[in-house]
């Protein structure tokens, strides 16, 4: 059986990668870590696409019922909300303890718009976990992920777990993916644009819900592109510069909105950082990333654009 060993007592944050090419390969791996855990007594989390929830649930049997549960396609069907609402949801509620999480991020039926989200969201693991004590795992499917992913697995992964040895990453640089996938956002020709300030913040919030009602967004998902909208340009008035312009469109099958202004954006885990007890503001980014389905952000020094999309299958 293949086993995933238990770090040091005195290692802080363990963020191993997990190459596997077989379901097996995959269920001992996965289950000889939960039971490390289990028998070290450490609160353990399982957060993975739902079949491999399962396989990972059928292998531990009966102790299955001592292990939190989540199916990734929903919890972290948006990249961006992984740390806040997966991972640092489970360590902030077990604070004091160290904890052991599996989280699968990054899967054959991720899209190519979802995954520059991806890359960045392993990598930011290693910012939001700096000297807490968790081990996150993170599984990678050598049989079905394209060279380049499993390339970048090493670059936001300390340590790679590959034939059942573990062994440091020669290629560990977690800061060079965040900024390689701050990629530039370019909207469409044809997406429809309204340029606001402070006293046009109303009627932002009232073209993007007029342009996405008419692009088929579903009436139940207009609440969150409306409040999606009203945090982004508010943030823009306030720490943008005072104006911004807003865009909207549709793009395989998806609502698509942007706001842009000429602020620049410097805390890389800006949005992915749940609110400290009584904080006041510092809210904005961090909703945008709970109510959509994918969120991208490009900053440089002449500004930034954040985008976000809704609805629909991500292509």
Avoid: K
């Amino acid at each position: 059986m293949n086993t995933v060993t238990t770090p040091a007592s005195d290692e802080v944050f363990a963020h191993p990668a997990l190459f596997y090419r077989s379901e097996p390969e995959y269920t001992d791996c996965s289950v000889s870590f939960v039971r490390q855990g289990l028998e070290a007594g450490e609160p353990v989390a399982v957060a993975v696409p739902a079949p491999n929830l399962e396989l990972i649930r059928t292998g531990l049997g009966t102790e299955a019922r001592d292990v939190v549960f989540l199916d990734m396609t929903e919890a972290g069907r948006n990249p961006g909300r992984i740390i806040p609402g997966v991972l640092r949801a489970f360590a902030d509620e077990h604070a004091g303890a160290r904890v052991r999480i599996i989280g699968e991020p990054v899967w054959a039926g991720r899209s190519a718009a979802e995954y520059p989200a991806c890359a960045q969201h392993e990598a930011l693991i290693n910012a939001a976990f700096t000297g807490r004590p968790a081990t996150i795992l993170c599984p990678y499917d050598e049989s079905r992920l394209h060279a380049d992913v499993l390339a970048d697995a090493r670059r936001t992964h300390p340590t790679v777990i590959a034939d059942g040895r573990e062994a440091a990453s020669g290629s560990y640089d977690w800061p060079a993916v965040v900024a390689r996938y701050n990629e530039p956002l370019t909207a469409p020709p044809d997406a429809a644009s309204f340029a606001f300030g402070a006293e046009e913040l109303p009627d932002a919030r009232r073209f993007a819900v007029a342009r996405a009602r008419s692009l088929g967004l579903p009436e139940r998902r207009l609440p969150d592109l409306e409040l999606a909208v009203a945090e982004l340009t508010t943030n823009s008035v306030v720490h943008g510069g005072g104006r911004g312009t807003l865009a909207v469109w549709a793009e395989a099958g998806q609502t698509v909105c942007e706001v842009r202004d000429a602020g620049r954006l410097t805390d890389p885990l800006a949005g992915r950082r749940p609110p400290e007890r009584g904080q006041i503001g510092g809210r904005g980014l961090l909703l945008v990333h709970y109510v959509s389905d994918l969120v991208r952000t490009h900053t440089a020094e002449d500004g930034t654009a954040v985008r976000f999309h809704l609805g629909g299958p991500l292509a």
